[in-house]
């Protein structure tokens, strides 16, 4: 049974479908019957709810346009200019990098060298990580954030698509450097840079400290 609020979401969701597709017909110029018609059935089966004369008419409408809009949603990369819009495209690129550590811990291979991988890798991480997050705060994530919060509600359990997932960290960083610049007294753009020229400089100098450490360790017996 599709509840009220449920199905608030999913037609939030349909117009979006409509909007995405509808924006595709025009960028392109061109007569897609079939993208046309998706657009008309998804529309009419909408529409369809709201012109039910009894309860039972309204549940069979609302679960008919539930089906389309979810099973539309769920084939939403082979729509014809795929999935996510454009807006959001070079938004998800940025977070194609790896962003996790190895996990668990290596276990030393016997080489300074070796084990001190996991340590650049690491300052090459957080050197990323302020890159990125500099990048939407300055850039905003308020369409990402809409997007997300017109999306309904997954089932108990169910996991998000990993494109979905990705937009959600994207939010997430944003939302986690406001906070670490906000609790720093940085509130502008160039008082948000100068914090991170200083964290810049701070993973500089662990470069050239661990560097150094390794030029200068003992050279191995079998040398």
Sequence with gaps: MVTSKDYQDVARLGERIVKSLRSSLRDRGDHDLLTRWICHEVTESMAAVNKAKNARAHNQAVRAATDLILLLWE????????????????RLARLERRTSRWDPEPEPSGSVWFDAIRQLDLIEHNEYRLVLQVGLLEDGVEDVRALLDELPAKPYGEEDPEDIQTLKRQVA?????????TNEGAETNAEVRALVEGEFRKLARDRRVLIQ?????????NA
């Design 213 to 221: 450490s390794l030029v200068k360790s003992p050279e191995p017996e």
């Design 75 to 90: 084939h939403r990369s082979d729509w014809p200019e795929g999935w996510p819009p454009k807006a959001v495209q070079t």
């Design 173 to 181: 960083l944003h939302d986690e450097a406001r906070e670490w610049a």
